[in-house]
């Protein structure tokens, strides 16, 4: 029965993370208040209420890319941009992204952007 729930539970988290492109942000002993590490800030969620929740990062990454979609991004630019602390979970996050053609990756540069490759600028 206890594997079985452990199945049940790993099944939901892969369809979280197929959905939003991040893991599921784990709940903290208060409750009310959990820290989404895959973000790098807090989220204040009132699991009562169901309110809505702040964007993904997948949304977050897509709307500031989506803002100079010509523009090659370095991750810490990124990171700073979207108040990001946690550099090296970012970096993870935008592989994963260009795995799943989300965004480009320029590996000679490592910079990041939208769009077709050959449209790209350097800034």
């Known amino acids: 029965m206890r ?3 452990k199945i049940q539970a790993s099944t939901e988290n892969l369809k979280y993370i197929a959905e939003h492109g991040v893991p599921r942000p784990r709940e ?17 969620v009132d699991d009562s209420e169901g309110t809505e929740s702040s ?8 709307g500031l890319l989506g803002q100079a979609p ?3 991004w370095k991750v810490r ?14 970096r993870t996050s935008m592989d994963d992204f260009v ?4 965004v480009h990756k320029n590996h000679d540069t490592s ?3 939208l769009g077709d490759s050959t449209a790209q600028t350097f800034f």
């Not at 989404?36 to 989220?43: F, H, I, K, V």
């Open 99 to 102: 795995r799943n053609g989300v």
């Open 70 to 72: 010509r523009r090659s």
């Open 55 to 62: 964007p993904s990062r997948r949304e977050q990454v897509l």
């Open 3 to 5: 594997e079985l729930q």
């Open 28 to 44: 903290s002993a208060e409750g009310s208040r959990r820290t989404d590490r895959a973000r790098g800030q807090e989220a204040d």
């Open 77 to 90: 630019d990124i990171a700073r941009a979207l108040h990001i602390e946690n550099v090296k979970s970012l």
């Open 111 to 113: 910079t990041y952007f």
